[in-house]
T-cell receptor, first 110, second 115 residues
Framework: EDQVTQSPEALRLQEGESSSLNCSYTVSGLRGLFWYRQDPGKGPEFLFTLYSAGEEKEKERLKATLTKKESFLHITAPKPEDSATYLCAFSGGGADGLTFGKGTHLIIQP | DTEVTQTPKHLVMGMTNKKSLKCEQHMGHRAMYWYKQKAKKPPELMFVYSYEKLSINESVPSRFSPECPNSSLLNLHLHALQPEDSALYLC??????????????FGDGTRLSIL
């Protein structure tokens, strides 16, 4: 069965403390691996799309990477405004739409 | 602010009511989607409209009925809902749905409560 698994479920960091979020996937015919950020009461906000192993993308303090089995979202020197739930999703496996992981709830303490 | 607009933001309805959720996008996208999100859970796909063709998640009950009047508008008609249908309903759009490798852009959702 096609699926993505995110870890950890929750992560609390001090401001400036860098870390990584993990998204492991098993998908037949992966078309794209997506990262989203979701704030409470809001819809998911698109961050990155990764298509092939070895690909990397960056935006401000965030960097997303992709291997054949997993994707990482690296956050460098985070600030309190980076606190959110980060969702990993894939397209492919013959299904329409996106299939999401359960997310990582990230809290950055000042 | 998102480029996908959903109305209303909040809706409270009884189990015998009929109501509709509305979604609009002005990005020229040709695919639109409905997702359901329960508290502390990820979004789950309900319906896909791509080039005016509907794809349905077979687990979605018939009390939910999508309608796509044109490529910019997407409605979700609700009838005889159950308390377990209370959730955040998210609309999204993308340039195309096939191949399904284009990012989807989401609205902020309609928070639905069934009494």
């Amino acid at each position: 069965e096609d699926q993505v698994t995110q870890s950890p479920e929750a992560l609390r960091l001090q401001e400036g403390e860098s870390s990584s979020l993990n998204c492991s996937y098993t998908v037949s015919g992966l078309r794209g691996l997506f990262w989203y950020r979701q704030d409470p009461g809001k819809g998911p906000e698109f961050l990155f799309t990764l298509y092939s192993a070895g690909e990397e993308k960056e935006k401000e303090r965030l960097k997303a990477t992709l291997t054949k089995k997993e994707s990482f979202l690296h956050i460098t020197a985070p600030k309190p405004e980076d606190s959110a739930t980060y969702l990993c999703a894939f397209s492919g496996g013959g299904a329409d739409g996106l299939t999401f992981g359960k997310g990582t709830h990230l809290i950055i303490q000042p | 602010d998102t480029e996908v607009t959903q109305t209303p933001k909040h809706l409270v309805m009884g189990m015998t009511n009929k109501k509709s959720l509305k979604c609009e996008q002005h990005m020229g996208h040709r695919a639109m989607y409905w997702y359901k999100q329960k508290a502390k859970k990820p979004p789950e796909l309900m319906f896909v409209y791509s080039y005016e063709k509907l794809s349905i998640n077979e687990s979605v009950p018939s009390r939910f009925s999508p309608e796509c009047p044109n490529s910019s508008l997407l409605n979700l008609h609700l009838h005889a809902l159950q308390p377990e249908d209370s959730a955040l309903y998210l609309c999204a759009s993308s340039q195309v749905s096939e191949p399904s490798n284009q990012p989807q852009h989401f609205g902020d959702g309609t928070r639905l409560s069934i009494l």
